[in-house]
């Protein structure tokens, strides 16, 4: 099976392209190429296959074999992959997830894209919805016990939910210790994924992100989505203005537009190409 590594600012997948390969057991390949002694290393499993719906179709695979709603910056890498590799020239696209239908718009200099702007659609506030083990509108700042700890967490849903979690320095948080008690915390029905913010002014927050099923990752799209809106639900960021999040891995633009859409900017890369044989 050919197979192609590409990551958004270090948030890192192995990507398929399904109109030439068949994948059976997806769930299974995902763990087997994400361990990086035995497989290739990876954060997950990409498959980009046809759609009915739209221009093309994304399935994502955790490192833990779990399927992904979605990821922002896995759906960077499939727009770039797409374009650069030839199986489209539109340089806006539609791609179908298990989160709905994203836009794609892509900046393309000397035939090669750069930067990838996504439309993600609208944020999830109610608690139900997210889902979080709570009734009410929106679940802003409530303080939750988690390890023997208080953290106000704020809860936002990009199509995946999100936990969001305010800190003075999140450079020496022990995510590896904290990590998977957020994110199999009895209030959250279907696992979390858990950021861990430090504000820097209103344009520019700081991130540490634990995403279900992969643990600490370099970035994530969604939960770069997710601590904008929720910085604004806090009052620390403000609607309809660009913020830059800092995540290990590089930068993304985030806005929360007015009508509840948030819009993300950041660029894709390839890494490497190859084979990956059956070794059982």
């Not at 490192?63 to 910056?73: L, W």
């Not at 009410?136 to 939910?161: C, E, H, L, Q």
């Not at 989505?225 to 891995?249: P, W």
């Amino acid at each position: 099976m050919k197979f192609t590594k590409m990551h958004g600012i270090g948030n890192c997948y192995i990507y398929v392209n399904c109109f030439e390969e068949k994948i059976d057991n997806p769930a299974k390949l995902s763990e087997f190429v994400s361990d990086v002694h035995f497989g290739i290393g990876a954060d997950g499993l990409v498959m980009i296959c046809p759609s009915d719906k739209a221009d093309f179709k994304m399935r994502i695979f955790n490192a833990d074999g779990s399927e992904a709603q979605m990821c922002g910056n896995a759906s960077r890498c499939v727009g770039k992959y797409v374009y650069d590799k030839g199986l489209t020239d539109k340089t806006k696209i539609t791609l179908e997830t298990l989160s709905g239908i994203k836009i794609l718009k892509l900046d393309v200099r000397d035939g090669k894209t750069e930067y990838v702007t996504v439309d993600m659609g609208k944020a999830e506030t109610a608690p139900r919805k997210i889902p979080i083990d709570a009734d009410g509108d929106s679940f802003v700042s409530v303080p939750v016990n988690v390890a023997g700890d208080t953290y106000k967490i704020t809860g936002v849903s990009m199509g995946n939910p999100h936990a969001v979690v305010y800190m003075d320095d999140i450079d020496s948080l022990p995510l590896e210790k904290i990590g998977p008690a957020f994110e199999n915390h009895k209030l959250f029905p279907e696992r979390i994924n858990t950021e861990f913010i430090e504000v820097i002014d209103e344009n520019t927050l700081k991130m540490r992100v634990w995403e279900r099923g992969s643990g600490e990752t370099w970035a994530c799209g969604t939960g770069a989505c997710a601590a904008v809106v929720a910085s604004v639900m806090n009052g620390y960021c403000k609607r309809d203005s660009e913020v830059t999040v800092h995540l290990r891995g590089g930068d993304l633009k985030i806005t929360y537009l007015t009508d509840g859409r948030v819009i993300k900017k950041g660029p894709a890369a390839f890494v490497c190409e190859g084979v990956l044989f059956d070794n059982n």
